[in-house]
């Protein structure tokens, strides 16, 4: 996983709620078996329309998605995090996200920032206004900074450390093979083998 | 999770599965049974490779083919090569690592969501995980089973265990009986428009009540597995007489004394009457109707009886601004009765709505009519598919004018080529509205497979007492 530490970009606004993980990559992309070339499926039936924010050239290269409440609902598709990330956000912020995309992109090392409804759309706003202001995410302080604006936003010490690390979970829990063979011969012997 | 003495069953289930706890860590819990389709897989058994790593427990996970199974001639080659790849990497993938899988053509072969518990493999306090967010559908057993990411799928096959926070708990409690005609789908469709898609966020919710514990194991399961619509990563429902009742026998239940001693435990897996939930949400089943959803998010629903609604009845802005979309996207006025939306596509089908109770509910509809608009029925597995068949239920598809086909998600999501053209309409089991989920440019209306085949035989949203 890539490490976050601290993250200055410029924002691009998407005014809606709900998007859910069907619009961020529809099912259509879901067939490739790899794990590249993403980007090309991210919003696609939404970047067919010229006015969506996206295809603003005012927005090219922006790597802070600042986006409405439940980000990311429905399926689990990890492809939806690989999509963005592979496009060039490295920053999501939204007022609520659902728990499969926020866990899959804590996973990944794209960084789900909550704050309040009334600061995205500030921040929101100020992108639209001024599509070349930046804004710095800064994990180590818990900090998001927009102009005179510096806002503290909540994450769980454990996943700090591992996005800060750039860790991946599997070599850490395999540090714990022995808890987990214990685990295992305590099993009930009843429950169900597949084979 | 509870803050009484007592403990809730998600409580119960979750302690159970307790690896390793440190403080200001996530739990490690084990995972019972991992389920594996071709969609998410992938990427995760090449992340095995790169590290030089093996499936910890082949023997508690297994595979299937459904999302993208043409459900027509099945037995012959995928015709989209993209498709082919993906199914043919997963046959490779389960060889190389040993997992047993159900490809297409086999018996066992059919949603992941179907072919679980159909095996007797779902059972009452295990922990069961896929990379599908409808996993939850497996709650309806008394599990804590939920959606994890291609990330979490590696980790799982590595290690059969997952670092996790505690969800906190929320009781939906369900009184009262649904009246008749009214139906498991209805309940939940009416239950996510109640606290919306993102009200279930953070929690692992407990179905609760008369009218849950008199539902099926197959209404349990279509519960269940639309939690994740309203945002809950996992809905369980504590296991009955009809638990124990659907899983005797099952290929993968216990046997014998083990049956015995699982029965006795089981009957343990309750929340405590002194339990402490964090969030209790109350509805009154015998107010409710047939429901069906006109907007593209699943909690944008209303009883047929009604009229699509005018953004201006939602005070919430974010919420107003939705609908707004939603209508635009949908082409409907607000105030047209719903029962006037004209519906060009049928679908029965999916891992919320293609099991044999659902398929029984279309076939009495359909006994003696026809169809007037595209009908596909669709099977949750090859298992459903023969066992409707034993009871003639494919005959009364087909005299009706509708379309019987092969085992998979076919439209629910459209991977196949089951999908809607731009612009069309459709009345569908399924779980998800969204814009183009079952074909870009379709148009999707949530219904029970009740509504749905009165629908086919009007071409208009009809529930079954209009007819």
């Not at chain 1, 794990?35 to 603003?56: H, I, M, Q």
């Not at chain 2, 209508?327 to 293609?354: E, Q, W």
């Not at chain 2, 239920?393 to 086909?405: H, I, N, S, T, Y």
Request: charge should be negative; hydrophobic fraction near 40%; charged fraction near 25%.
């Amino acid at each position: 996983m890539e490490a976050f530490t601290i993250h200055t970009g410029r924002a691009v606004p998407l005014r809606r709620s709900n998007v859910d993980t069907d619009q961020i990559i529809p099912a259509v992309w879901l067939k490739q078996v790899s794990r590249t070339g993403f980007e090309k499926g991210l919003f696609s039936a939404w970047r067919e329309d010229p006015d969506f924010v996206l295809n603003n050239p005012a927005y090219q290269g922006a790597s802070i998605l600042v986006a409405g409440s439940d980000f990311g609902t429905g399926s689990s598709r990890e492809h939806a995090v690989w999509a963005l990330q592979q496009y060039g956000f490295r920053v999501v912020i939204a007022p609520k996200f659902a728990d499969i995309f926020r866990n899959n992109s804590t996973k990944m090392g794209l960084l789900p920032v909550i704050l309040p409804a009334e600061v995205v759309e500030r921040l929101q706003d100020e992108a639209e206004q001024d599509p070349t202001a930046e804004i710095t995410v800064d994990l180590v302080d818990r900090v998001v900074r927009a102009g005179d604006l510096t806002v503290s936003f909540d994450i769980d010490d454990y996943t700090r450390w591992r996005l800060l690390e750039g860790l991946d979970d599997t070599g850490l829990t395999l540090r714990h093979a022995d808890d987990i063979e214990v685990y295992e011969n305590g099993r009930q012997p009843w429950l169900p083998t597949t084979v | 999770m509870g803050r009484g003495t007592g403990r809730t069953l998600a409580e119960k289930v979750w302690e159970q599965h307790v690896v390793r706890r440190a403080e200001g860590e996530p739990d490690l819990l084990y995972i019972d049974l991992h389920l594996v389709h071709e969609v998410t897989s992938p990427q995760a058994f090449d992340g095995l490779r790169m590290a030089g790593r093996t499936v910890r427990r082949p023997d508690l996970t297994i595979a299937t083919e459904d999302h993208n199974v043409p459900t027509v001639n099945i037995l012959a080659p995928i015709a989209d090569p993209v498709s082919r790849t993906q199914v043919e990497t997963l046959r490779k993938n389960a060889a190389e690592f040993g997992v047993r899988l159900h490809p297409m053509g086999d018996a066992g072969q059919g949603i992941v969501h179907v072919i679980g518990p159909q095996l007797g493999l779902t059972q009452p306090g295990m922990t069961v995980v896929c990379g599908d967010s409808h996993t939850s559908t497996h709650g309806a057993f008394g599990a804590i089973a939920f959606g994890i990411g291609t990330s979490e799928v590696e980790h799982v096959l590595a290690t059969q265990t997952l670092p996790l926070y505690r969800p906190k708990t929320m009781a939906i409690e369900v009184d009262g009986a649904l009246p008749y005609g009214v139906t498991a789908k209805d309940l939940i469709l009416a239950i996510i428009a109640k606290i919306g898609t993102g009200g279930g966020q953070g929690y692992i919710v407990e179905y609760r009540g008369e009218a849950i514990r008199a539902l099926s194991m197959e209404g349990r399961m279509t519960v269940c597995n639309m939690s994740i619509e309203a945002g809950a990563r996992a809905g369980l429902i504590a296991p009955d007489e009809t638990t124990f009742e659907y899983l005797a026998g099952r290929p993968h239940a216990p046997k014998g004394a083990d049956w015995d001693a699982a029965v006795e435990y089981w009957r343990s897996l309750r929340s405590d009457d002194d339990a402490v939930f964090d969030e209790v949400v109350r509805l009154d089943a015998s107010t409710l109707s047939p429901f069906v959803t006109w907007g593209t998010n699943p909690g944008q629903g209303a009883p047929l009886a009604s009229s699509v609604p005018a953004p201006e009845d939602f005070a919430d802005p974010a919420q107003r601004s939705a609908a707004e979309r939603a209508l635009t996207y949908m082409d409907l006025r607000a105030g047209t009765p719903l029962r006037d939306v004209a519906i060009d596509t049928v679908f029965v089908g999916s891992c919320t709505n293609g099991r044999l109770e659902d398929l029984r509910a279309a076939a009495e509809i359909l006994s003696g009519r026809k169809v007037v608009t595209r009908t596909l029925i669709v099977p949750g597995s090859m298992q459903v598919k023969a066992a409707a068949e034993a009871e003639g239920l494919d005959q009364v598809f087909k005299a009706a004018g509708a379309e019987w086909r092969e085992a998979g998600c076919s439209m629910c999501l459209g991977m196949n080529p089951d999908q809607l053209a731009p612009g069309e309409r459709s009345a569908s089991t399924s779980n998800r509205n969204f814009e183009g989920r079952q074909g870009k440019g379709g148009r999707t209306h949530l219904v029970s497979p009740q509504v749905a085949a009165a629908t086919a035989v009007t071409g208009r949203l009809t529930a079954p007492a209009d007819l």
